[in-house]
């Protein structure tokens, strides 16, 4: 069984939107990461301290079947339009599902992130499919 949640996108602001959500729906974060949270690597530009507290990652469970994620976007991203600004998250119960789901909806798409190992310990990937939704395929096996 899979489940689909909404992932929302923010352009540095989305602390303060997920707080007003949790202010709506109640509840309590389930997890909150900041860009100072990722390794440091080659392959990510240095971020200035302001940048490095924008939010990588947050959860709001809403129902014990439904959860509202967001980040904000890498500093210098595709600035934010209507349409760019959500994501949907498929979290499924194993590799094989997440590996069937992503192939499945990359055909005709774009794959913007390969489903691999994270350094948060989920199998994930990112793509937007041929009809241009935006999709992240999770699957976390602890």
Same mark, same amino acid.
């Given at each position: 069984?899979?489940?689909?949640? &909404? #992932?929302?996108?923010? $352009? @540095?602001?989305?602390?303060? =939107?997920?707080?007003?959500?949790?202010? &709506?729906?109640?509840?309590?974060?389930?997890? /909150?990461?900041?860009? +100072?949270? /990722?390794?440091?690597?080659?392959?990510?530009?240095?971020?200035?301290?302001?940048?490095? $507290? +924008?939010?990588?990652?947050?959860?709001?469970?809403?129902? /014990?079947?439904?959860?509202?994620? *967001?980040? $904000?976007?890498?500093? *210098?991203?595709?600035?934010?339009?209507?349409?760019?600004? #959500?994501?949907?998250? &498929? *979290? /499924?119960?194993?590799?094989?599902?997440?590996?069937?789901?992503? =192939?499945?909806?990359?055909?005709?798409?774009? &794959?913007?992130?390969?489903?691999? $190992?994270?350094?948060? @310990?989920? #199998?994930? *990937?990112?793509?937007?499919?041929?009809?241009?939704?935006?999709?992240?395929?999770?699957?976390? =096996?602890?």
């Amino acid at each position: 069984m899979a489940t689909l949640n &909404v #992932y929302l996108n923010f $352009d @540095g602001n989305c602390l303060e =939107a997920f707080k007003f959500y949790q202010s &709506v729906f109640g509840g309590e974060f389930s997890h /909150v990461g900041t860009f +100072r949270d /990722v390794p440091p690597s080659d392959s990510m530009p240095p971020l200035s301290e302001q940048d490095l $507290d +924008r939010v990588l990652h947050i959860s709001l469970p809403i129902s /014990v079947e439904t959860v509202l994620m *967001g980040s $904000d976007t890498f500093p *210098g991203s595709e600035k934010l339009t209507q349409g760019n600004n #959500y994501t949907i998250a &498929v *979290g /499924v119960s194993s590799k094989a599902q997440a590996e069937t789901y992503f =192939a499945a909806l990359s055909d005709k798409g774009v &794959v913007s992130m390969p489903m691999s $190992d994270t350094f948060w @310990g989920s #199998y994930f *990937g990112m793509l937007v499919d041929q009809f241009g939704i935006q999709w992240m395929i999770d699957f976390d =096996a602890s």
